[in-house]
């Protein structure tokens, strides 16, 4: 049986009698004019309410609106993602939002009413998210992984505000301490050597040439090391896009294949064309002549699709490097060794900017800080001397 609910001392402040003390509730009328309830966390604190109460007055004679009582963190999700706001990004990131809402911010908090979400429930989200492990079982979830579940509820979030569900987002008011925190051991980008790299690609020929083997990802390989693309936008690459040219060879960079098994342009800025090296024209052409399709992907899988993320990262990248005897290490990195060769050329920010398809020099520039750092002392001692 439910309390009964007795009016207190102070106007518009009641309370129930329960085994853990007095619940306090606060009765108040919203800018629309209807009468309001809403509990107050704790036990035994009046002063809470009193302060509680003063806040939602203190909302309806700015006009603000409060949320009907009702409405849930599931029905402000659902309005969010019916609304032109979430129709207007992009597919991939429609499909990455939706996923983390479905999978891992609404069985949680989904049944939670909007009014009640505060900056110590995403707090705590944040926390529980990092305690997380990853989906191979291995390790925790990093921070840019806790950050991108959080994107759609930030997204959600502001809906409310925008729907006057919310007066401000709990975002804005979360404590530094309580955001996802950097990573305890952020993975460093291996410095290669140009006899790592060909031990790499050697024993990924050996591997591809074996009869056991299921595919060859010693041509992907060479063309990550030696052109710089993105994984996705490796296997995004068509036949159409390679200008197969003796000495005027080039890769243009129109499209990228993600995880989610759709392609979509490549990132901000990225729509490029890769300059490459009459080497890999021969690899590419040779590639092409044992091709069945002379239009479809140029690393296709037996079926004639497109690879999958895992498979060459695992069956390809992570064997190769281990045959090679090369640890911690990720196929990313074969584009930051791409980086660091063109800096060690002499190329400048803008020129490696252009072929790796960043938007900002400043991106660029740590390749070369990074080789002018290993003999920069020499270079000052040079320059001082005489």
């Not at 590419?284 to 479809?296: A, F, H, I, T």
């Not at 991106?363 to 002018?372: A, D, K, L, P, V």
Request: hydrophobic content about 35%; charged content about 30%.
């Amino acid at each position: 049986m439910t309390p009964r609910r007795t009016r207190s001392r102070y106007p518009n402040v009641y309370y129930r009698e329960t085994p853990h003390g007095r619940a306090y509730e606060i009765s108040f009328y919203d800018a629309g004019g209807k009468r309001r309830w809403q509990r107050v966390p704790g036990f035994d604190d009046v002063d809470a309410a009193r302060d509680t109460l003063a806040a939602a007055q203190g909302k309806t004679r700015k006009g603000e609106r409060t949320a009907p009582a009702g409405v849930t963190l599931d029905d402000v999700a659902a309005g969010y993602l019916a609304s032109p706001r979430f129709a207007r990004l992009g597919g991939w990131t429609r499909k990455n939002y939706r996923a983390a809402l479905v999978k891992d911010i609404l069985p949680g908090l989904g049944r939670m009413k909007i009014a009640a979400l505060d900056d110590r429930v995403i707090a705590g989200l944040v926390a529980e998210l990092e305690q997380r492990p990853k989906h191979q079982g291995t390790g925790k979830l990093r921070q840019n992984s806790v950050e991108n579940i959080l994107k759609p509820l930030r997204a959600v979030l502001r809906y409310a505000v925008k729907e006057r569900l919310l007066s401000a987002s709990p975002f804005a008011t979360l404590d530094t301490e309580d955001r996802p925190a950097p990573d305890d051991e952020p993975h460093v980008p291996h410095e290669w050597t140009d006899a790592e790299l060909e031990r790499l690609l050697a024993a990924s020929r050996k591997r591809g040439a074996d009869q056991a083997s299921r595919y060859d990802y010693a041509p992907l390989l060479t063309v990550a090391a030696k052109a710089g693309l993105r994984l996705g936008e490796l296997l995004g690459l068509d036949w159409p896009d390679c200008e197969l040219v003796k000495g005027a060879g080039a890769l243009n960079v129109d499209r990228q294949w993600m995880r989610m098994g759709v392609t979509a342009p490549p990132k901000a800025g990225s729509r490029r064309r890769v300059p490459i090296s009459d080497d890999l024209v021969r690899l590419l052409l040779e590639l092409k002549m044992r091709s069945p399709k002379k239009v479809g992907p140029v690393f296709a899988s037996r079926t004639g699709g497109r690879l999958s993320h895992r498979n060459v990262e695992r069956r390809g990248f992570d064997v190769a490097a281990t045959d090679a005897g090369i640890a911690d290490v990720t196929l990313h990195d074969l584009r930051h060794a791409y980086g660091s060769r063109l800096a060690s050329r002499g190329l400048t920010a803008r020129q490696i900017a252009d072929a790796m398809g960043h938007k900002k020099t400043s991106t660029t520039e740590i390749y070369i800080q990074r080789f002018n750092g290993d003999d920069a002392d020499e270079r000052v001692r040079e320059a001082m001397s005489g």
